[in-house]
């Protein structure tokens, strides 16, 4: 079973839509959980950290479901620089690794 | 953005010959890591180091080795490439503290 698990897309949505994504993890004793942004044939860059009770940076919401064991990102009002491959990160507690899912593909159309 | 490179940027190699990666940061971050990435799959880790001469094995280390004898390089080496191993090779660094990993831009290897 996949340390991260995300629903890979493509989600295609018009400009000004708002698009979430979800992500699940397996293991219960994973402690940090990240948001990065991957723009084709390029490095992953951190988009956001997700905190317990939840975060926002402007356009862009992730929440914590530790319960159910899934984090989320919210985009508002979409912009075409939006699109690129979204990647789910998780840190398990006391560890150096990180396990990274395997992206979801967001298209914003004009 | 952290400082970052990898080389070389692209390659081409023959199954069966040795080949080294190599990630030089200017940050002094005590992490670094490499990853590979490929379809289906998306970035796994292959080896990380803590420090210099102190590196640890990621999921997916067989048929990789790794050095850093100085704290701003990390080499990766595919002491006898396969095919299997065509991909792109992502190095990543991170502070101590922080858990924030910062990315060089990648290699792409193709192993015929």
């Known amino acids: 079973r996949k340390e991260v698990e995300q629903d890979p897309g493509p989600f295609n949505v018009p400009e000004g839509a708002t698009v979430a994504f979800n992500c699940t993890y397996s293991n219960s004793a994973s402690q940090s959980f990240f948001w990065y942004r991957q723009d084709c044939r390029k490095e992953p860059k951190l988009l956001m950290s997700?905190?317990?009770s939840g975060n926002e940076d402007g356009r862009f919401t992730a929440q914590l479901n530790r319960a159910s064991q899934y984090i989320s990102l919210l985009i508002r009002d979409s912009k075409l620089s939006d699109s690129a491959t979204y990647l789910c990160?998780?840190?398990?507690?006391?560890?150096?690794?990180?396990?990274f899912g395997t992206g979801t593909s967001l298209t914003v159309i004009p | 953005d952290a400082g970052i490179t990898q080389s070389p940027r692209h390659k081409v190699t023959e199954t069966g010959t040795p080949v080294t990666l190599r990630c030089h940061q200017t940050?002094?971050?005590?992490?670094m890591y490499w990853y590979r990435q490929d379809p289906g799959h998306g970035l796994r880790l292959i080896h990380y180091s803590y420090g210099v001469k102190d590196t640890d094995k990621g999921e997916v280390s067989d048929g990789y080795s790794v050095s850093r004898s100085k704290t701003e390089d990390f080499l990766l080496t595919l002491e006898s490439a396969t095919s299997s191993q065509t991909s792109v090779y992502f190095c990543?660094?991170?502070?101590?503290?922080?858990?924030?990993?910062?990315f060089g831009p990648g290699t792409r290897l193709l192993v015929l």
């Open positions: 990160v998780v840190n398990i507690r006391s560890g150096n690794q990180f396990y």
């Open positions: 940050e002094n971050h005590r992490y």
């Open positions: 990543a660094t991170r502070t101590g503290g922080l858990e924030t990993q910062y």
């Open positions: 997700v905190y317990s």
